[in-house]
């Protein structure tokens, strides 16, 4: 009972690494780059919403859409101002960029949705679901995670096999110079794969509110978690990261329910460090060949 | 993310900061008159999430300080003035507060410490400076009992290691507590009420039957409570701030395991029963002071004075949080007496006069003698009351004892 409670608690935790680290995987693959300050995209998807639909009362389906669109725009944003003029000059301070607009973010945020946290209450998240009786410990909305979870890296996946899009993104990642060439604009493709990548920020940041206390500082932890997550996973798989995400969660789970809360951080991060050791591209990465 | 440290900013000139200083000695040492006024140090959080907890102690030492001046001043007609600052729960930010407050403000005492980490930062300044410093808020067991001698910090709040002894006399009491497990903090604040409520305990000869940690920013303590729940507790000890206290009781409710919380008072500090969901009524807290039920003559007079004062006030609702507004308040009428008994501003002089205080009509209580050498806390075990939001509501359901 112990474990089994664990083991969904830790793949609902695990599914919002995945999701947030997807949104590296996605920029990382088109363009070498990724937006460090991902959790603070999350915590923007989550109180927007929570703007939208409890300061301003309108419905919850507007409420999340708009949150999402401004998502996907603050991620062209990130792009744009922090991101593109520093590859443009050869330059890796993209790194520094990021980070530094995320910390404007959350002091935006903090000043102008204050830091009071806040709560969103959901349908979703109010009756556990339960096992003969026996609460399982789980709202139906954790379960939910990791199938919205799954449902997006599969839609990922389609996307850069099936789609002209996506197509274009794969022979950008395989060669710029070539992918030019032929007509690809790189740069748009670059700006779409930021959108997406705080989109999916937004989407998680959606689903833990109800869950969590909405407020400024709610996505550190989960970004930093979430990049643990993308590089264990080799950052180039969005199966793979999808995965990572879900191994994580069920560790750290597993290993407080086994051993107590004060284990929990050593062990979890040391594992990610000794999982790394062993296989330096990831657990499902491929080494990178560098061309000459 | 890891926030990487904020760029060293480049040195001013040498000469730039010669100027300065010689500036700053000049503005520093003119001739003290007698109608100048006598300056209160604050120092606490007035942005961030412990804003509106800052901004009670800020109210309930503003009110004192209106009450003094009305009254004539002190020392001879001299007017009090409270010259606040923003720590913003940040050590670093008190540390350069208290610095500029002592160095350029020259103020006859200190009043601050909402958080325990900026509490503990200030200490060392204001002993080594011989500035008294009045702590209303903080409850870390080693701000008061700092091993300094003489030790200029004084406190009238709840103390963490009586909290702790209450925290077992109250859930013995009430609960019938046997077999207590502790959810706490993994922080300074969780680290000193692991050590009191261990001692509390043994003091019993109890122990209890499991110690779990959770993180600030944790959003699922299903597993740490599970262990609590295989190991046999019947009552929860929580420490916590608002945010994480609500997960916990939002992850016993998913768990459906309904048990006994008794909680610091970590809960007030927000909109708890939002964050909590219904079931955070049933969390009893410790509280110092509570504006429901029937109040003492100064009680009475105090919320009339704050209805009067701040128009966003409407009724004892708003007089929130309760315990910042209650402890300020008796804090900076101590420290006036003090001030009055030491019969200067002087540093050392502040510090034997509240030694010298012999009765008080607070808020809180009547003080008999309320601090002494060795004795620096105004408030013990048995001035606590317990609480629980009843819609909405901090309201006092019971004492410790």
Redesign the interface.
Same mark, same amino acid.
């Given at each position: 009972m112990l474990l089994i409670s664990a083991l969904v608690s830790g793949i609902g935790l695990g599914s919002m690494y995945g999701l947030i680290a997807l949104g590296f995987y996605l920029t990382y693959a088109v363009s070498g780059t990724v937006n460090f300050a991902q959790g603070s995209s999350m915590m923007l998807g989550a109180v927007l919403t929570f703007a939208f639909a409890r300061t301003l009362g309108w419905p919850y389906p507007l409420a999340v859409a708009l949150a999402l669109l401004l998502c996907a725009l603050y991620g062209l944003l990130v792009e744009f101002v922090a991101v593109r003029p520093f590859v443009r000059r050869g330059s890796d301070a993209w790194l520094m960029a990021t980070v530094a607009l995320g910390i404007v973010l959350d002091n935006v945020v903090l000043f102008t949705y204050g830091k009071e946290p806040r709560a969103l209450p959901s349908p979703l998240a109010q009756t556990p679901i339960e096992l003969g009786g026996v609460g399982l410990g789980v709202y139906p909305l954790q379960v939910l995670i990791p199938v919205i979870g799954l449902l997006l890296a599969a839609a990922l996946h389609a996307l850069s096999r099936r789609t002209r899009w996506g197509t274009g993104m794969l022979a950008v990642v395989q060669n710029r110079v070539a992918a030019r060439l032929m007509g690809i604009p790189i740069r748009r493709v670059v700006a779409v794969a930021y959108a997406l990548s705080t989109l999916l920020a937004g989407i998680a940041g959606v689903l833990i509110a109800p869950l969590f206390n909405v407020n400024a500082d709610m996505g550190t932890l989960f970004g930093l978690k979430a990049f643990a997550v993308a590089i264990l996973g080799g950052i180039t798989s969005a199966w793979g990261v999808m995965a990572a995400g879900l191994l994580f969660g069920i560790a750290e789970a597993l290993i407080t329910t086994t051993l107590g809360s004060s284990y929990t951080q050593i062990l979890s991060f040391g594992l990610v460090i000794v999982a790394l050791a062993l296989r330096p591209s990831g657990l499902f990465g491929r080494a990178e060949a560098k061309k000459v | 993310?890891? +926030?990487?440290a904020a760029p060293i900013r480049s040195h001013p000139g040498r000469r730039a900061l010669l100027c300065a200083s010689v500036a700053l000695g000049l503005l520093g040492s003119g001739p003290l008159l007698a109608a100048d006024p006598i300056k209160i140090g604050l120092v606490t959080a007035l942005?961030? *999430?412990s $804003?509106?907890a800052g901004e009670s102690i800020s109210r309930g030492a503003q009110l004192a300080i209106d009450e003094i001046n009305a009254k004539g001043g002190l020392l001879g007609g001299r007017q009090l003035e409270l010259v606040r600052r923003d720590d913003e729960s940040n050590p670093a930010k008190g540390v350069i507060a208290a610095r500029e407050l002592i160095f350029k403000e020259k103020v006859a005492a200190i009043i601050g410490g909402l958080d325990t980490p900026v509490a503990m930062a200030i200490v060392p300044i204001v002993n080594a400076e011989k500035v008294p410093f009045m702590d209303p808020w903080a409850a870390g067991t080693a701000i008061t009992k700092n091993g300094a001698s003489p030790n200029y910090v004084f406190r009238v709040s709840a103390v963490d290691e009586s909290v702790d002894i209450g925290m077992l006399s109250y859930a013995q009491k009430t609960f019938k507590t046997a077999k207590p497990g502790l959810i706490l903090v993994?922080n300074p604040w969780g680290e000193s009420n692991e050590k009191g409520l261990k001692d509390a305990l043994a003091a019993k000869g109890m122990s209890a039957v %499991?110690i &779990? !940690?959770?993180?600030g920013?944790d959003?699922?303590m299903?597993? *740490?409570l599970? +262990?609590l729940k $295989?190991a046999g507790a019947d009552t929860l000890f929580l420490v916590g701030n608002? %945010?994480p206290s $609500?997960?916990v009781v !939002?992850?016993l409710? =998913?768990?459906?395991?309904k048990v006994p919380v008794v909680s610091h008072w970590g809960p007030a500090g927000? =909109?708890f029963t &939002?964050?909590a %969901?219904p079931n955070g009524k049933d969390v009893h807290f410790v509280q110092t002071y509570s504006f429901y039920g029937k109040q003492s003559p100064v009680g009475e007079k105090v919320i009339k004075a704050m209805m009067a004062k701040y128009p966003n006030v409407k009724g004892v609702g708003d007089l929130t949080p309760a315990v910042g507004i209650a402890n300020a308040y008796d804090a900076m009428h101590l420290t006036a007496m003090a001030i009055s008994a030491a019969g200067s501003t002087d540093g050392e002089a502040i510090r034997q006069g509240y030694y010298k205080i012999a009765r008080h009509d607070g808020l809180i209580k009547v003080y008999n003698k309320p601090f002494a050498e060795g004795k620096h806390d105004a408030l013990s075990p048995d001035d606590y009351v317990w609480a629980q939001f009843i819609d909405n509501r901090i309201v006092p359901v019971g004492v410790t004892n």
């Open positions: - | 993310m890891p +926030r990487p942005s961030g *999430q $804003a509106l993994n %499991g &779990e !940690k959770f993180e920013n959003l699922d299903v597993p *740490q599970t +262990r $295989a608002v %945010g $609500a997960q !939002k992850s409710d =998913r768990m459906g395991w927000g =909109r &939002e964050l %969901g």
